[in-house]
């Protein structure tokens, strides 16, 4: 993961002098971007196993192997965080250089869910 490519966080001056391996950088937004995809997917087969549980099921079993699945999850989890940290300061400078609030975001709108059932 970026651990491996960035081995510490990026600050602006070192984008601005030149002291930033670009090659590196790419890498590590790519592993960024597989490993919230992999998040993404593994949080999705955790809620449909939530979703699809009947009563037949074994509940001690159906319990092991979700608390496995969050444990693993969690983990990931705080290793993106933890990436993210360290190449924040990347995203935010050409944020800057584009003329975009760096701290402006996704703006998240709600809307109804209509229910299938």
Excluded: C, W
């Excluded at 491996?4 to 602006?12: A, N, W």
């Excluded at 590196?24 to 699809?52: N, P, Y």
């Excluded at 975009?100 to 709108?109: A, L």
């Amino acid at each position: 993961m970026l651990a491996e490519t960035l081995q510490q966080t990026l600050s602006i001056s070192d984008l601005e002098e030149g002291k930033v391996d670009s090659e590196a950088v790419s890498k590590a937004l790519d592993s960024l971007m597989e490993s919230l995809g992999r998040i993404r997917a593994e949080m999705h087969e955790v809620l449909q196993e939530l979703s699809s549980l009947s009563e037949d099921k074994s509940s001690s079993k159906v319990a092991i192997s979700l608390g496995e699945k969050l444990v693993q999850l969690q983990q990931e989890m705080s290793q993106f965080k933890d990436s993210y940290a360290k190449i924040r300061p990347v995203i935010r400078y050409f944020k800057i250089k584009q003329g975009i609030n760096p701290d402006s975001g996704t703006t998240i709108t709600s809307h109804p869910v209509v229910s299938s059932t």
